[in-house]
Each structure stands twice: as C-alpha cells, then as structure tokens.
C-alpha cells in the first residue's frame, strides 16, 4: 500500500515540466494537482514576459522561459476530426529542449508578443512528437488548423521523438510559441503562464523566490510530475491499494489472532479462573492483535521505502525520469491509521472466539 500510495503521490505532485538542461522551475504555491503532465484551472503567474527578460539579464542565469501548458484541439489531417494535443507554450532559443523537443527548428523569441499587444508576427510553428505527429496524421512541414484559432494556421516545423512518457504510452506533445498559445488559451489577459524554467549554474533559488509571492521554487531534484488533466486516476490508484491493504490485511490478522487463541485457550481459561471477566479478556485480545498489526505496518512502512526507491530507480533506468513515486513523511501516519484500522477490525473473529473459552473447558482438560 506504502509503495502504490507513493506512485499515486508522485502522478498527483505539484511538480513541474521535464526539460533538459533546466535548474529551476518557478511554479505556483498552490498550484492544483490533479494527474500527470499539466495543470487545468490551477493557480497562474502573471506579467510573464518581463519577469522572464529580467532575469535573462541577470549574467549568472544561461536562459529563463516560461512556459504554459495547455489542451488543445487539432484537426486529424486525414480524419478533419479534432483531437487534443498537450501543447506547451514557451519563448523559443537554440539549446533549448522540452521534454526532448528541440525548439532549434522554431523561430528565437516570441514575435507574436509584439510588448504586450499580442498582434506581432504569427509564426504558427508547431515542433511535434510522433505520438502527436501518428494521432494527427501530420508530417514535418503540413499545416494543421485548431478550432481554437480557427482564422490561424499552423505548420509542423519538425517531429522528433520526445521523453514524455506516461501510464499506457506516449502522451501526444506540442510546442509552440507562448505568446500564440496564451491567445489560444485566453491568458493574453495578464500575460499568464504556469511556471518559469531558469537555467544557471548558480544557486540563486532565494533570488528566485522572491520575484512572486506565494510561488515555490523547485530543483532539478525536486522533479517529480506535471499534471496532465482533471482525471482522478491518482486517488484511484491510492484508493485501490488502500481497500487491498484492508481486505487482505484483516483476513490475514484475523486467520493468525484466531490461530493464536485456539492455541492459547488453556491461558484463557485460567485468566477466567482467575476471576478476569469477559470484558478484560476481551481487552487482552484485541489489544494484542492491534499490537501485532501495528508492528505490521511499521515494517509495512520500511517495505513499501524500499519499493520506492526501487520503483524511482528502475524509472529512472528505464525511462530517464527522476521521481516516478514520492515517499510523503504524511504516509507514515496514514500507514499506521490503516494499520489500527486492520487492528481493529481483524480483532472482532478472535474476541468472539476467546469468550466461547470457558473455565469449566479448560479444567475438564
């Protein structure tokens, strides 16, 4: 439960987007968290585009962008039927990559800005991933059209592989212009984006923190996840593990504690000989067994560790991300309510057993 309930915290983290090469990610402090690439509805920045010249200016950071990600509908080249893409909106550089997407093919800056007028040059450049490029039937060099600029085209620029991968395959990505996506979107008003990618090779995470209020800034350590939508796969993922844990956690505990009593009956029968009534043998067993569940979940607890640093380093082997799963200190006392939950509830079979135990029994013995 330990280990599952840690994958569903590192989907359901406020994180930030992977990209190469990046040191720090500006992201808001209360940023919603609802599944695994991008946040939809969360809490924005603002004034993006001057924040981000200020700090390009500061001579030790090598390049500051932000970046917006959004779902967008895009016309299927083939089918004309809209399908959505995961679209990132950043200011383009060469050397700059997001989730493995070179922007080298797009156009440096962002034109479209034009200062905050939003009414520059359209670029409508579009690097591409080959799940996005499959799902749209589009090559490098087609135009593709979105029902959220239907007056506006756009051309794939060029299609790479990326290293977004996700649960059941490839999550379909875009990048293009921030300042095309923001008017896309309606986050033109306020210049919003959902985070601010800083490259540096110093550590300036102070100065960093202090260009917004309420924001949190994140290490390249610190990566996790990025929401990807509203789904609730996360607490079902959780959920799922925490009715596992019960179910088998009670059978278990109930099948050893009703073991235990069967072979402790004759210590049974001389506490009631002793003058124990039924209320305090009752005791006895279920404290034992609330016990034994107890030290059950503090090794539960070391286990489901261990599983995740396993599960981390094989994500990490095998998929290049560094934080698959995130061991919340808060799950210690989550493991440990389930386990007095299991306690008591697999305590109810061994009690009613102990007091069928009689002192005449345990003498005719």
Do not use: C, K
């Not at 212009?177 to 995470?205: K, Y």
């Not at 956690?249 to 029968?269: I, K, P």
Request: charged residues 15%; aromatic residues 4%; glycine residues 10%.
């Amino acid at each position: 439960m330990v280990s599952v309930t840690g994958i569903a915290a590192g989907l359901a983290s406020q994180a930030v987007i992977e990209s190469e090469d990046v040191d720090y990610w500006i992201v808001p402090e209360e940023s919603s968290t609802e599944s695994v690439v991008v946040g939809a509805g969360g809490l924005n920045l603002g004034d993006v585009h001057a924040t981000a010249e200020s700090l390009n200016q500061d001579e030790r950071i090598d390049y500051a962008t932000p970046v917006r990600l959004t779902l967008i509908p895009f016309q299927d080249t083939v089918t004309g039927e809209q399908t959505y893409v995961l679209t990132v909106g950043i200011i383009p550089r060469t050397g700059v990559e997001v989730f493995g997407l070179s922007t080298a093919p797009m156009t440096p800056g962002d034109p479209y800005y034009a200062n905050g007028t939003y009414n520059g040059t359209w670029t409508g450049e579009l690097v591409v991933n080959d799940a996005a490029s499959t799902l749209l039937n589009a090559s490098s060099g087609m135009t593709l059209s979105s029902s959220r600029a239907p007056d506006r085209r756009f051309t794939v620029t060029n299609v790479s592989t990326s290293q977004a991968p996700s649960i059941g395959g490839t999550i379909p990505i875009a990048v293009m212009h921030l300042s095309e996506l923001q008017s896309m979107s309606g986050a033109q008003t306020g210049d919003q984006a959902d985070q601010i990618l800083v490259s540096t090779n110093s550590r300036i995470r102070e100065e960093l923190a202090a260009q917004y209020p309420r924001t949190t800034v994140v290490t390249r350590s610190g990566l996790a996840a990025q929401e990807v939508s509203t789904s609730s796969l996360p607490l079902a993922i959780a959920l799922a593990a925490l009715v596992a844990a019960v179910v088998v956690g009670v059978l278990f505990v109930t099948t050893l504690m009703g073991l235990e009593v069967n072979a402790s009956r004759q210590e049974l029968g001389m506490l009631a000989a002793m003058g124990f009534s039924r209320r305090s043998r009752s005791l006895i067993i279920a404290a034992e067994t609330v016990v034994i569940a107890l030290l059950g979940g503090l090794v539960g607890i070391g286990v489901g560790a261990v599983g995740i640093a396993g599960v981390n380093a094989f994500g990490t082997a095998t998929l290049g991300i560094d934080a698959v799963a995130r061991f919340d200190p808060r799950v210690i006392l989550y493991a440990l309510g389930v386990a007095v939950l299991i306690g008591g509830v697999g305590a109810v079979y061994p009690v009613v057993l102990s007091l069928r135990t009689t002192q005449l029994e345990v003498l005719s013995e």
